[in-house]
């Protein structure tokens, strides 16, 4: 079996085996990926990332009015499942895409103001 990347992996669903070894390989590599965020949050988002962001908003909404905003993490794998199928249909596609595209200057504000006040605040 071929090692699927991250992308891959939210596209299908997983089986038993393959989230265990995944949650192993995320284990394993916990103080790389806490060192790679803590690295990232010191620059400034390129656009891909800020319309990643803004793409996922924009999905989490959609699913949001989908469910009633019922938690995701209350839901039985079966619904879910059935949210994701809903999900890949080119209308919610299209829908999705153009409340990203709307999202995008909120997206960006919001990566603004965190630039300006991460020297000031809480400090972890």
Known sequence: ????SFKDMVSEVLDMAQRR??????????ARIAMARKRAERKTA?????????RK??????VSKITKG??????????????EKRMEKPAI???IDRNARKLIKVVRKQ?????????KGDKK
Request: proline share 0%.
């Open 46 to 54: 390129s656009m891909d990332t800020l319309k990643k962001r803004a």
């Open 70 to 83: 019922q938690d995701k993490g209350e839901m039985s794998f079966s619904r879910k499942k059935d949210i």
């Open 111 to 119: 990566e603004m103001e965190r630039k300006r006040n991460r020297g």
């Open 21 to 30: 070894k995944l949650a192993m390989r995320m284990k394993k590599n916990k």
């Open 93 to 95: 596609q299209a829908r």
């Open 1 to 4: 079996m071929t090692m699927l």
């Open 57 to 62: 908003q924009a999905r989490k909404a959609v």
